[in-house]
Nanobody, 120 residues
């Protein structure tokens, strides 16, 4: 089995910063893409940022220049550094990873979500 465990969410004032972490564990052979999604109340889940195993990144327009995604392949961990936070960044943030398990099957896995609340 594979688990993704997120940490780092919380309450912050507008203009502040937070760093999210997501560690994958279990029957992992390799991890391809990793990413962060978010879902605000009444809205669809949206991609925030993604990163390939080689380090290529992609960002939603709304977070470009403010958020930075990174990963530590040795630790099977992905990070999201969020700066200049705005109230509209308030959402539940979910970690996603495309993982090849030890039985050589690929599938997407999701974390349980971590709440980020930005007050104005």
């Amino acid at each position: 089995q594979v688990q993704l465990v997120e940490s780092g969410g919380g309450l912050v004032q507008a203009g502040g910063s937070l760093r999210l972490s997501c560690a994958a564990s279990g029957s992992i052979f390799s991890i391809r893409g990793m990413g962060w999604y978010r879902q605000a109340p009444g809205k669809q889940r949206e991609l925030v940022a993604s990163i390939t195993r080689g380090g290529s990144t992609n960002y939603a327009d709304s977070v470009k220049g403010r958020f930075t995604i990174s990963r530590d392949n040795a630790k099977n961990t992905v990070y999201l550094q969020m700066t200049s936070l705005k109230p509209e960044d308030t959402a539940v943030y979910y970690c996603n990873a495309n993982i090849e398990t030890t039985d050589f099957l690929f599938r997407d896995y999701w974390g349980q979500g971590t709440q980020v609340t930005v007050s104005s």
